[in-house]
């Protein structure tokens, strides 16, 4: 299995970026998909999540409003359009999945996490 995120890069306060999750090796529609952050010598943050049937999206309060999650099953794809940047937005940006899940920041466990990819917003 692997869950590769990219799409990240250096962007100004205002701007707009979009992240991709490809994911193989796996049975792609049954998994919930999270997007998390990271920062240096900061606990991995729950960004938004996608139930397993893509009918309900989550976010953090911090990015409720500007950023969307959505997902392609075609593609096995999972993707997190950020609008709106804001320099403590700047983090590292992992994708993760979960099978028959909620999507919720709830979430316990994860059965698959994907390598980071960097966002950085200059201000």
């Known amino acids: 299995v692997q869950l590769q995120a990219s799409g990240g890069g250096l962007v100004q306060a205002g701007g707009s970026l979009r992240l991709s999750c490809a994911a193989s090796g796996l049975t792609f529609v049954s998994y919930a998909m999270y997007w998390f952050r990271q920062t240096p010598g900061k606990e991995r943050e729950f960004v938004g999540g996608v139930n397993w049937r893509g009918s309900s999206t989550y976010y953090a309060d911090s990015v409720k409003g500007r950023f969307t999650i959505s997902r392609d099953n075609a593609k096995n794809t999972v993707y997190l359009e950020m609008n709106s940047l804001k320099p403590e937005d700047t983090a590292v940006y992992f994708c993760?999945?979960?099978?028959w899940g909620t999507g919720k920041s709830t979430t316990l466990t994860y059965d698959y996490w994907g390598q980071g990819t960097q966002v950085t917003v200059s201000s």
């Open positions: 993760a999945a979960d099978q």
